[in-house]
């Protein structure tokens, strides 16, 4: 176990506005918690609107110079951000657990996919490839140059700390984008950690900032509202989502959303059973079930449902759960009470519709938001659970008789974020891979985030795409220029 002021002693409380660390204009601050142990950790500075608005005039001020750098010298200041960030992960990894809790192995693990986005974009940074073209009629040149959007709002939620802040970071620093960052208030920490080593790797003052707070509507309202504001990219719930989409439309801001999901998991009979609780348990467990591509339904072919069942609550049952940093935990606590009440009352709507709890069922008793691995069975059609994102260890299974019921069921959502399935018949799998609606398909496959390919949803569940080299296209426009000579 390591001593939480050893994991704290370096990291920053203030705003980072203008390349300094600063209190709040008004001195407010937000705790952060330890969800393992519920002790407050660390006091951070909580921006006023007014800091949000010097924010946004630091990114403006030193945006042109950032943009006008040549695309190699942004691409080695990110590389050198990437070789910091992997240099330091496990000391980063230790602050994501303490702060969100999750087990230390999957913070690790988001390290690793965390700094990705800094090495991935720093090789895109060198290819924003313009285009050039003759009109059809002969009469005109087309020149299309690819220019960054400019000041961008960069919005993240708590459940990968690190992740989807470099995510975002990465392609705006390599389109040549200034930067807003307003973390998540549950876990500002990781995101001060991390624009620290930005610094130190050389990018300058004002080109990225931070501004976490507790009064993030109004705060990101006065930003919005700011004509030198022209980008936003928000990772987070649907419902916040929604609420920020009609707020960027008073200025109609240029928006990336990344946004909630309700990921089905289908096991067809003729898949490999033991792989599908594999991915079943990568698909559901990664993260604590804390993950926008968490497995949230569980539909499984009639005639294998029992034996998916048995197997998959047995690989939930040797979960170890216990405090995220402690050696060989599998699942940490949830973020906060709240998570768990949710998760909660989902389980209990659920029962008392009349599914069979095979494991688990609860919150565990005492301190610290621990919630039990949990799979149902027989859960009926109106359950809440089938509908809601559970956000947290709990598993749900229904069956079903025919690939078209499978597939009705899988895209009877809001959400089209991520679908998986399992199915021994790759051709089989793709032609229902087409027929799913979402914008991440796992075909025999319990995880697919890559830095390299696209993420993002259907519906509900977004629009855009971050990572590949999509995610440099959403903080970049273009510019067509017309040329005669
Ligand atoms: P959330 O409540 O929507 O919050 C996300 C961020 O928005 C936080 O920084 C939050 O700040 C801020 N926020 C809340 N209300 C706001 C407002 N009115 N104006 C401006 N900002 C506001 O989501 P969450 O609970 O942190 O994260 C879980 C959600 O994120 C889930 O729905 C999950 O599916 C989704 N998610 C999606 C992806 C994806 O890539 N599609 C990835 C990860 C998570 P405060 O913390 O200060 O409230």
């Not at 930067?179 to 610094?199: D, F, G, H, M, R």
């Not at 998959?312 to 768990?340: I, S, Y």
Request: proline share 5%.
């Amino acid at each position: 176990m390591t001593d939480t002021k050893e994991i704290l002693a370096d990291v920053p409380t203030g705003l980072l506005i203008g390349g300094e660390w600063r209190d709040a204009s008004d001195g407010a601050t937000i705790d952060v918690y330890n969800p393992a142990t519920e002790e407050v950790i660390a006091s951070v500075a909580s921006a006023s609107e007014e800091d949000g608005l010097a924010a946004v005039a630091a990114a403006d001020k030193a945006g042109p110079d950032w943009a006008a750098r040549a695309p190699r010298e942004r691409a080695e200041i990110l590389r050198k951000s990437f070789e910091m960030l992997i240099a330091r992960k496990d000391d980063l990894a230790k602050l994501i657990t303490l702060e969100n809790g999750k087990a230390l192995k999957d913070a690790q693990g988001e390290m690793a996919y965390a700094a990705e986005f800094f090495r991935w974009y720093a090789e895109e940074a060198v290819r924003n490839i313009s285009e050039f073209s003759t009109a059809p009629s002969g009469n005109n040149k087309i020149m299309v140059l690819q220019q960054p959007v400019g000041v961008s709002l960069l919005i993240t939620p708590w459940n990968f700390p690190a992740a989807m802040g470099t995510r975002k970071i990465g392609p705006a620093l390599a389109a040549g984008c200034s930067v807003i960052l307003k973390p998540a208030s549950e876990t500002p920490l990781t995101a001060l950690a991390i624009a620290k080593i930005l610094e130190e790797a050389g990018v300058p003052p004002g080109v990225v900032n931070v501004i976490p707070s507790s009064r993030s509507g109004a705060v990101c309202s006065a930003i919005l509202a700011d004509p030198r504001c022209r980008k936003l990219s928000f990772t987070g719930s649907t419902q916040v989502g929604r609420i920020l989409l009609a707020e960027a439309a008073k200025s109609v801001v240029n928006c990336s959303m990344e946004l909630g999901g309700n990921a089905p998991f289908l096991v067809f009979a003729d898949a490999d059973i033991d792989a599908a609780v594999e991915g079943a348990m990568v698909a559901k467990m990664r993260n604590g079930g804390e993950a926008c591509t968490a497995a949230n339904r569980f539909f499984v072919e009639a005639p294998v449902v029992e034996e998916f069942a048995k197997k998959f609550a047995a690989a939930m049952e040797a979960l170890k759960v216990g405090p995220g940093l402690d050696d060989g935990t599998d699942l940490g606590p949830m973020v906060n009470a709240a998570a768990c009440r949710d998760i909660s009352a989902l389980v209990d709507d659920a029962v008392g519709k009349g599914a069979k709890v095979v494991t688990g069922g609860g919150q565990q008793e005492g301190v610290g938001h621990f919630f039990q691995p949990t799979v149902l069975t027989d859960v009926s059609d109106d359950a809440l659970i089938l509908n809601d994102e559970i956000f947290g260890p709990v598993a749900p299974i229904i069956a079903f008789d025919s690939v078209d019921e499978a597939v009705a069921r899988a895209n009877d959502t809001e959400y089209g974020l991520i679908a998986y399935l399992y199915t021994g018949d790759l051709a089989k799998g793709l032609a229902i891979a087409e027929r799913l609606d979402a914008g991440m398909i796992g075909l025999n496959k319990g995880v697919v985030s890559d830095p390299a390919a696209p993420f993002g949803g259907t519906k509900q569940s977004g629009i855009g795409r971050e990572g590949a080299h999509d995610g440099m296209m959403e903080f970049l426009e273009k510019k067509y220029i017309a040329v005669s000579w």
